[in-house]
């Protein structure tokens, strides 16, 4: 068995998450022993912009998990901006005395800003300092954050508010089911995003937001999401139908009681079904489902596998998607990311405890295989590693975009970050 990009001990993400823990824990520091003008010298003076460094005007990004991705693309293809990826936690640092701890959660901050309100201004006024130098130093001409409700964005939205600098919201959360939807909109009924604009993924996520009445705050724009711009680049002169490499999507966590049983079991019996050169990349959800899967094949294999065998969570799901034979996933959003692969995609139905994201239907329209047992699952999967399938064509391709688009918006014409600056430029215009 080889786990080459397993989350071992000081890997990647590791590495990442400890990087991240010391550069708070200096930020804490020094917040406490120097005056804010020096320590808003410091912040501003790490800041670096990316994409178009020479641009007049710079989007001011802040992080999450994902959102790398997306900013990844916009600062590659949009390049009438510069782009700043901006480690918020060196501004966070500042609610520390302020802002109880207990209240630093996401949407609840709300009811500490009524009864903490005096504290939260300090806040919101060190902020509109910071980002009236970044506007003055670095041509900031926006702030784009990742969600509507995250505690440590809101005093940076109000100081731009009140700075006339728009607030762009890239919603990466997107209620993929009508059930999730119908909650969603209940969870943020009457809910102000002190936004100008937020562009979502899809209808679904447009129509959650208007029922919300988040409509009558700010303008909700159907974009897309701009990390999946990169498909629309994948190389796809090599043949795909040489490649024995099959992706499998975790689901450990979150799909009901016994998922993590259900998974492991059903790890073996793919593992004793392939042979030969075939490589099996299980790509998990975070750092965690990473080292618990690890632990768990080690466990479960003895001997050790007759197949490469790849752990990643730190691994994108273009990169394996794209050089994947197979693709298996489960109830997840990254089985509809899948349709824009050109691989064959199968999804072994008789694990779902709940409703499948892909109704037979569109997995039928998609040419998804659908398998109702494990018997089929068996046969489908190895008629598809082994070559039996037929290759993708370019109708099914035009019909796995149909279905696609049932879910997240994709357009042949214009790019999701091309629809993104489309509406970036429009507010920006009204806002000159």
Excluded at 4 to 13: M, T, W
Excluded at 32 to 59: D, E, H, M, W
Excluded at 157 to 175: F, I, S, W
């Amino acid at each position: 068995m080889t786990l080459p990009y397993s989350n071992a001990k000081f890997g990647r993400d590791t590495y990442k998450r400890l990087m991240s823990i010391l550069y708070l824990r200096l930020a804490f520091l020094l917040v406490r022993v120097l005056p804010f003008t020096l320590y808003l010298r410091i912040i501003v003076n790490s800041v670096v912009v990316q994409g178009n460094s020479s641009a007049k005007q710079s989007i001011l990004c802040l992080p999450k998990p994902l959102f790398d991705k997306d900013f990844e693309q916009l600062s590659y293809r949009l390049r009438g901006y510069g782009w700043i990826w901006f480690m918020k936690d060196l501004f966070t640092v500042c609610h520390d005395g302020l802002v109880p701890r207990g209240s630093r959660r996401q949407k609840a901050y709300v009811q500490d800003v009524f009864r903490n309100g005096a504290a939260w201004d300090k806040v919101v006024g060190k902020a509109r300092v910071l980002m009236s130098t970044l506007r003055e130093e670095k041509g900031v001409c926006c702030i784009m954050t990742a969600n509507i409700d995250y505690w440590q964005d809101h005093a940076l939205k109000v100081a731009c508010r009140d700075l006339g600098l728009p607030v762009v919201v890239l919603q990466k959360e997107y209620p993929i089911t009508e059930p999730v939807a119908a909650k969603f909109a209940k969870q943020y009924k009457g809910w102000n995003p002190h936004a100008d604009l937020i562009a979502v993924a899809g209808k679904r996520a447009l129509d959650s937001l208007v029922e919300a009445g988040i409509g009558s705050f700010c303008k909700v724009v159907v974009t897309g999401f701009p990390r999946l711009d990169r498909y629309r680049s994948v190389d796809v002169s090599s043949d795909r139908r040489a490649s024995r490499r099959t992706t499998l999507l975790s689901f450990r966590e979150g799909y009901g009681r016994n998922s993590e049983i259900e998974f492991f079991h059903f790890l073996d019996f793919l593992l004793g079904i392939v042979h030969g050169d075939a490589e099996i990349i299980v790509k998990a959800k975070s750092g965690k489902d990473a080292s618990v899967i690890s632990a768990g094949l080690r466990r479960l294999l003895s001997p050790p596998a007759k197949v490469a065998l790849v752990v990643s969570s730190h691994m994108p799901l273009y990169d394996a998607f794209s050089t994947s034979r197979v693709i298996v996933g489960l109830n997840s959003l990254s089985i509809v990311e899948a349709l824009l692969s050109h691989a064959q995609i199968l999804i072994p139905a008789y694990i779902f405890s709940d409703a499948p994201i892909l109704s037979e239907s569109q997995c039928l329209e998609a040419g998804v295989h659908f398998a109702r047992s494990e018997e089929e699952f068996r046969e489908k999967y190895l008629d598809a590693l082994e070559g039996y399938a037929a290759p993708i064509s370019s109708s099914l391709l035009s019909n796995r975009k149909k279905v696609f688009s049932e879910y997240w918006r994709w357009d042949d014409s214009y790019s999701a970050c091309e629809l993104f600056r489309i509406a970036l430029e429009e507010l920006l215009q009204e806002r000159s």
